[in-house]
Every structure is written in C-alpha cells, then in structure tokens.
C-alpha cells in the first residue's frame, strides 16, 4: 500500500501494522488480542457483531472490556464499506472485527455478498490510514449440512482469498501463536 498508510517510519516494523493486514485465524485463536495489539496509540474500532443473544451480549462486553479507552468505537453490522470511507482518516489507524461477522449479517440480511465484497474491496483500496482486518479461517473444518452453511463457506473463502491477495501482510493464528503467511515475519 502507499506509504501515506503507514503509521510512521519509526513506529513501522513488524509489530506495528502499516497498509493492509489481515489477521485469520479459527474461533478462540487469539485472532482479535493479537490484531488489537498490531496498532498502537488511539484508533478507531468497526465492530460488526451483534448482540443477538446473551450469550453475544457476554462475548461483546468482554471485548469492550479488554479493548479500554484508547479505541473510538462503531458499531456496524452491515455497511462495513460505508463505514470505512466515512470514518477512516489520515493518522488514524483502523480495526475491523470482524469480516466474517460482517459476511454473515450480509447474507442473512439478504443482500449479495459478492456487491458487498466489491464494495468493500473499493473502500481498502480508498482507506486513507493503515487498516487491520479480521476474519475467521471457516474452511477447514467438515462441510456444513445446510445450503445457506455452504454457501456462507464459500463466500468467506473467497472474501479471505480476495483480501489476502491485496493485504500487505497476513497472518494466521492458531492457539494464540501467530503464523505469518504474507509479509514481514515478527
């Protein structure tokens, strides 16, 4: 990405994101901790969980809890590319958490994964500032049961396949350990 993303030329290196970088990981890697710890400083945080249940509502509060004060939060469960061009600003590092989540809400919204992918795509390109991105890794485990199960799968995978393919760096988590596999090794 151009060097306008970068954080600065002292605070980057490989423990401090600059471009574009994607963080991938399965449930409960140490995907969100390990990103969050990417970008130093304040910064500006895109959730896009719902709290649909209470179970969801526990797994939010935690993560406010552990994020503190420091993140500018918003909250946006479907306009993840509107949000981006609205709220990205020089200087102003970016966390989105997370991709999958977001893929999820767009399906289930009924909305085409595909357009919001592009448009998506269009608002990284756009991004003013260095932004970190994160999705779960959903195509490892047995093949889902269900068409809508399949299909979320499948598009995941393309969004990930997509993403890392313009990220400067990606990384993937496994029992909170992370495996770079594009870009500057910590």
């Not at 509107?82 to 991709?99: I, K, M, Q, T, Y």
């Amino acid at each position: 990405m151009s060097g306008e993303r970068d954080i600065s030329d002292k605070a980057a290196g490989p423990d401090r994101a600059t471009g574009l970088v994607l963080v991938l990981g399965g449930a409960r890697s140490g995907k969100s901790r390990y990103a969050e710890s990417l970008i130093p400083g304040e910064a500006l945080y895109i959730a896009t969980a719902t709290a649909s249940d209470e179970e969801m509502r526990a797994r939010i509060a935690a993560h406010r809890a552990r994020r503190g004060a420091r993140w500018e939060v918003v909250e946006e469960p479907l306009e993840l590319a509107e949000c981006l061009a609205r709220h990205a600003r020089p200087g102003r590092p970016v966390l989105v958490d997370c991709l999958t989540l977001w893929l999820s809400n767009t399906m289930l919204a009924g909305s085409s994964p595909e357009t919001g992918r592009a448009l998506l795509l269009a608002a990284l390109r756009a991004a003013p500032a260095p932004v970190v991105l994160v999705s779960n890794e959903v195509g490892l485990g047995i093949v889902p049961a269900t068409p809508l199960g399949r299909a979320f799968r499948d598009e995941a995978g393309r969004m990930n396949q997509e993403i890392a393919g313009m990220a400067d760096r990606v990384v993937f988590m496994a029992a909170g350990l992370p495996l770079v596999l594009k870009g500057a090794a910590d």
